[in-house]
């Protein structure tokens, strides 16, 4: 498959834990989040959205937090599962301009 | 319905040489932005295209260059090919572009590599 990240944080957890994946984004400016999740020899997928005037929106099996304060975004997977082996990326929208991408987190599931 | 379709896979080129990537976007969606994808710069934004027309520009040197066509479909060009410019690119449509409403849908890439 492809090879997305070589040098990318990873996070390793265990089948059936919860994991979070963090992300520090820089323009104070922007009103828009997402969660996209890559797979090997795939382009990123959307996962969950979130706008500046919500602190939290739940998905399924997903919860992204946004603290506007100190320009964070965490994405929290319940009980994550092998198929949850992925690269995620936050996004974000300063405006009307095109989204500006996080470096990535690998994230490694244990069976 | 169809998602957002880039040809070819897979392609590798030598130094010097030039090379197109096409993009087929979703029915309906009128946007396509092009990112550049490598293992230490992530997600690098080329371009963008609305309507036929370039909306935005990523700072990347004149090599490269798009177009999009009156039915949506878009195509990249790089030009002089170096060894740098191995990457993955990839295709992201949506409706109304610059990542509003879901952002974008993203292709499965041209995985390109220069010899």
């Known amino acids: 498959g492809e090879s997305v990240g070589l040098h990318l944080p990873t996070l390793s957890v265990q089948e059936g834990d919860n994991s979070i994946i963090n992300c520090a984004y820089s323009?104070?400016?922007?009103?828009?989040f997402i969660w996209y999740k890559q797979e090997s020899g795939k382009g990123p997928q959307f996962i969950i959205d979130i706008r500046s005037n919500m602190d939290k929106r739940q998905g399924q099996r997903v919860t992204v937090l946004l603290n506007k304060t100190v320009k964070h975004l965490s994405l929290q997977i319940a009980a994550t599962q092998p198929g949850d082996s992925a690269v995620y990326f936050c996004a974000e929208n300063p405006g009307n301009t095109p989204l500006v991408f996080g470096k990535g987190t690998r994230l490694s599931v244990i069976a | 319905k169809a998602g957002v379709t880039q040809t070819p896979r897979y392609l590798i080129k030598t130094r010097g040489q030039q090379v197109t990537l096409s993009c087929s976007p979703i029915s309906g969606h009128r946007s396509v932005s092009w990112y550049q994808q490598t293992p230490g710069q992530g997600l690098q934004f080329l371009f963008e295209y609305f309507s036929e027309t370039q909306r935005n520009k990523g700072n990347f040197p004149g090599r490269f260059s798009g177009r999009q066509f009156s039915n949506s479909r878009s195509e990249m060009n790089v030009s002089t090919l170096e060894l740098g410019d191995s990457a993955l690119y990839l295709c992201a449509s949506s409706f109304s572009g610059t990542g509003g409403a879901r952002g974008y849908t993203f292709g499965s890439g041209t995985r390109l590599t220069v010899v």
């Open positions: 323009n104070s400016a922007s009103d828009y």
